[in-house]
Each structure stands twice: as C-alpha cells, then as structure tokens.
C-alpha cells in the first residue's frame, strides 16, 4: 500500500456540489451506527493491539478511537454554534497534541467508546429535527476563513467515521486479526 493509502484509506472527503435530502440522511445513519461499529470492530482486541499505529509516523488504534470522540465532541459544539450565533468563527484545536495527551495514548477505549454512544445519540436527534433552513447554517473556520455549512459538516463526519474505522479495519486486515 501506498502512504496516501494508508493515509487516506477511502480516500478525501468528496462532498457532492448539490446536497440532497438522501444524502443528509445516509450520512446521518453513518452517525448514527459509527460507535457501535467500532465497538464491535475493537471489541476482542489486546492493550497490544489498540496500541499498534495504522501506519509508520500514525496513531495507533486507541489514539485514534480517543481522537474520534474529541473530534466529534468539538463538531458537534460547532453545529450548536453555528444554529446559536451569527456566523461564528469556531476554535480550532490540535489533534495531533491531543493524541498525545495520556487520555489519548493510554485511557481504556471503553471511555470514548462510551463517550460516542452518548454524543451521537444526542448529535443524531438534534440533526434528524433541522430544517433545510437550519443546515444552511455556517460557521467560519479560523484556518483558512472556510464557511462550512451544517450539511457539509454531516457529510464531513460521516465521512470521518468511516475514514478512521477503516484506518483500524485495514491495519486489522493486515495484521491477521480480522477475517
């Protein structure tokens, strides 16, 4: 496998010009089913396993399952903004020093795992009851000054989850430890 293969496994987020309905809700299911996914994904796996990095220079497995709960955490903070304030610049963070952090690099899965089932439960209800006026809402990303809409962010998300669940799916795969 190339490194932008095992970079991007399912390659960048790709999000369509004109956003439908079926879209928003097939991106919602992916929120939706993503932590118990990954629970039945790691659930058999060793302290040793969780931290085998999916790549040379990457995070390991448990690093990126911490990474996807704060990640989500700190989006779904951003829709309450967005449907809360007037064009808000968001607060960005670094992930990379985060998954540094001993929460990140030794805490037992099981914490964010948990963590997720309960913010994407709460993160789905809130998006299944927005209008199309409210998923036109926007926030401005302080990086480079980028309006996201709120329906650009679900698709960014679903696209997320399945990003890092396949991160940990393929090195799983390589490994012998998944049929």
Not at 150 to 162: M, P, V
């Amino acid at each position: 496998m190339t490194l932008e293969q095992l970079k991007y496994p399912i390659g960048q987020v790709n999000i369509p010009e004109s956003i439908t309905q079926k879209n928003i809700e097939d991106w919602i299911f992916v929120l939706e089913t993503f932590p118990q996914n990954l629970e039945f994904l790691t659930r058999d796996l060793s302290d040793n396993q969780l931290d085998t990095v999916y790549r040379e220079k990457g995070w390991s497995i448990r690093q990126v399952i911490h990474h996807c709960y704060d990640s989500h955490h700190n989006s779904y903070l951003r829709f309450k903004w967005a449907l809360t304030e007037d064009k808000p610049i968001i607060k960005a963070y670094f992930e990379e020093r985060w998954a540094e952090l001993p929460d990140s690099k030794s805490a037992p899965i099981f914490l964010s795992i948990d963590a997720l089932k309960s913010l994407h439960a709460k993160w789905v209800y809130l998006l299944k009851r927005l209008t199309k006026k409210d998923l036109e809402a926007y926030f401005i990303h302080p990086a480079n000054n980028e309006k996201v809409t709120l329906k650009e962010n679900i698709a960014i998300y679903a696209w997320h989850c399945n990003h890092h669940f396949a991160h940990i799916e393929q090195l799983m795969l390589r490994k012998g430890w998944k049929k």
